[in-house]
């Protein structure tokens, strides 16, 4: 799986578990491989392990298209549980946050989910719901991720943004990424292109401002006293990193 930005291994996740990713705040995606115990179809597997409003989803691999379900089950603290047959083996996935959080992580959780791929072929049997047929796997399209696609916009304006920082056009240089994402990703590209702008420009207090105010902005938001915590660790380490190229008054 590849694991969005704000998303690392979880290291307390239970032992049985294939894969866990978690973030800072209580939010956490775990995956396990059981034992469908004779369901016709995942449908009827999905109905043992929760109550959710079932939906057909697919996990895009480097090579397939690889179909499943998922059913989101409300409450105070949201769940979204997977479900992908492989060999009449099923991976079971579930991925959890409080209700106020799940605006900002589902969709990573959800994205991580969806990027499963096992590094074979899967081998399907299960029908996904009552009388249908097995699933068709089908080959992966040529078509990026939004992740990626983003990823290739932001690197194409890197080199356009970084020769504006060394003109102090700064205005224009954060409008051309920003433009592209105003989030967490344009913030992250911006901090690297000041970083490598300011190893350009060692005594330029302007650039090592700018560099300094997107070091601390390309931070998720903080939602608990751990989030804020660790947001200061990251940005006392980002900022000494600024301060040993920094060569101004």
């Known amino acids: 799986m590849e694991a969005p930005p704000g998303l690392f291994e979880d290291d307390e996740a239970?032992?049985?578990?294939?894969?866990?990713?978690?973030?800072?705040?209580?939010?956490?995606?775990r995956l396990w491989k059981i034992d469908?115990?004779?369901?016709?179809?995942?449908?009827?597997l999905m109905a043992r392990l929760c109550d959710g409003a079932v939906r057909e989803v697919a996990a895009i691999g480097e090579e397939h298209?690889?179909?499943g379900l998922a059913a989101d089950v409300a409450g105070d603290i949201r769940e979204t549980h997977y479900l992908f047959?492989?060999?009449?083996?099923?991976?079971?996935?579930?991925a959890r946050a409080p209700r106020v959080l799940w605006p900002d992580y589902g969709p990573f959780l959800e994205m991580a989910m969806l990027s499963l791929d096992i590094g074979a072929r899967p081998s399907l049997y299960l029908p996904l719901v009552a009388g249908a047929g097995t699933p068709e796997l089908t080959p992966k399209p040529?078509?990026?991720s939004p992740s990626a696609s983003l990823e290739r916009r932001l690197a194409s304006v890197t080199s356009k943004a970084q020769r504006l920082i060394a003109e102090l056009d700064i205005?224009?240089?954060?409008?051309l990424v920003r433009a592209i994402d105003a989030d967490i990703y344009g913030a992250s590209a911006l901090m690297q292109i000041y970083e490598a702008a300011l190893a350009q420009a060692p005594a330029n207090a302007r650039i090592y401002e700018r560099a300094l105010y997107w070091a601390r902005a390309a931070l998720p938001e903080p939602h608990t006293e751990v989030e804020a915590e660790q947001n200061e660790a990251a940005i006392t380490e980002r900022e000494a990193a600024l301060n040993r190229i920094y060569r101004g008054d």
Not at 36 to 44: E, F, Q, T, V
Not at 85 to 94: K, L, M, P, Q, S
Not at 171 to 175: F, I, K, P, R, S
């Open 14 to 29: 239970p032992s049985d578990c294939i894969a866990a990713l978690t973030a800072i705040a209580p939010a956490s995606l």
């Open 36 to 44: 469908p115990d004779g369901a016709p179809d995942l449908s009827a």
């Open 65 to 67: 298209v690889w179909p």
């Open 85 to 94: 047959e492989h060999d009449g083996a099923v991976i079971y996935g579930v």
């Open 142 to 144: 040529e078509v990026e």
């Open 171 to 175: 205005e224009n240089a954060e409008a």
